[in-house]
Nanobody
Framework: QLQLVESGGGLVQPGGSLRLSCAASGFTLGYYAAGWFRQAPGKEREAVACLSSHGGSTNYADSVKGRFTIIRDNAKNTVYLQMNSLKVDDTAVYYC??????????????????WGQGTQVTVSS
């Protein structure tokens, strides 16, 4: 059974860091492009970062450039999102997704085939 399971969300103060994990099972993650998205209450789901199928290319939303890093670990069949210098505006449910497409800017959510269940990130003092 193909599955993506996210973890690592939580409550953090502004300026803090979190690392989100997206563990894949039932398929080889390295064969797919991957992306991290987020959705805040009342807002549309937006791309945060994306990664090509062999990990050679990455792209980021302007709002997170220089603060977030998307990383693939093929040995662990996992994609990570390292988030540093977190801001209150980063508060959202974060989702990982995999699909067949990678381009710049990151593909829209409709271009991804499989999704995780989401993990809540709350940045607050």
């Amino acid at each position: 059974q193909l599955q993506l399971v996210e973890s690592g969300g939580g409550l953090v103060q502004p300026g803090g860091s979190l690392r989100l994990s997206c563990a894949a099972s039932g398929f080889t993650l390295g064969y797919y492009a991957a992306g991290w998205f987020r959705q805040a209450p009342g807002k549309e789901r937006e791309a945060v970062a994306c990664l090509s199928s062999h990990g050679g290319s990455t792209n980021y939303a302007d709002s997170v450039k220089g603060r977030f890093t998307i990383i693939r670990d093929n040995a662990k069949n996992t994609v990570y999102l390292q988030m540093n210098s977190l801001k209150v505006d980063d508060t959202a449910v974060y989702y990982c997704a995999v699909g067949s497409y990678y381009y710049k800017p990151c593909p829209s959510p409709s271009r991804y085939d499989y999704w995780g269940q989401g993990t809540q990130v709350t940045v607050s003092s």
